[in-house]
């Protein structure tokens, strides 16, 4: 899981995040990240590129138990953030979930520590990214593998503690 895609060729990676940054205007959502934090998006950026997603938040008891259950569909530069008070080891499962899902577990520096690849709609089987999970970033199944998202990405969002952040809000980078 969370190894690189087109066959670990590092240069169909660059390829594919080239053309991501050509076609930034024409998908909404999924762009390379410039500027600074914002609360309804989240940036990675890695080996393999940029990129740009719009979020919604879950950080309160009630919107992590809903999460993505019932839906039918999720955009390409959409994802659902499950954020936390504190680092610890979350599990989630896909119960009345109807989509594919790669969960991306993120520890409070922003770094992503570990990618569960197409979780299986309604599968009751807990899946965790270890310990010291800040938060949860959830999107369109197979989405990490076709961008070439590995562990070891860098995540900017300002829910996390800027002092230690890898890619700090304020950097501006």
């Known amino acids: ?4 895609c087109f066959g670990g060729r590092r240069r169909s990676v660059k390829l594919f995040a080239a053309l ?3 076609l930034a205007g024409a998908l909404p959502g999924l762009a390379v990240a410039a500027g600074d934090c914002a609360p309804d998006r989240l940036d990675i950026r890695g080996d393999w590129g940029t990129a ?4 919604e938040l879950a950080d309160d008891a009630q919107e992590r138990a809903q999460g993505l259950m019932f839906r039918e569909q999720i955009s390409t530069g959409q994802g659902m953030l499950f954020l936390y008070q504190t680092a610890h080891r979350p599990a989630f499962w896909m119960k ?4 594919a899902l790669d969960m991306l577990f993120i520890t409070p520096e922003g ?5 569960h690849e197409n979780a299986t709609p309604g599968d009751l089987t807990p899946i965790n990214g270890g310990d010291g999970v800040l938060a949860v970033f959830e999107i369109k199944g197979g989405l ?16 996390f503690e800027q002092s230690i952040a ?5 950097s501006g980078n």
């Not at 009345?96 to 989509?99: D, F, H, K, R």
């Not at 770094?111 to 990618?115: L, S």
């Open 1 to 4: 899981m969370g190894q690189c």
């Open 20 to 22: 991501i940054s050509l």
């Open 52 to 55: 740009r997603f719009h979020i």
């Open 96 to 99: 009345n979930t109807l989509i």
């Open 111 to 115: 770094r992503v520590q570990h990618i």
């Open 144 to 159: 990490a593998r076709s961008m070439g998202l590995e562990a070891g990405s860098e995540v900017r969002f300002p829910g």
């Open 166 to 170: 890898l890619w700090p809000c304020s």
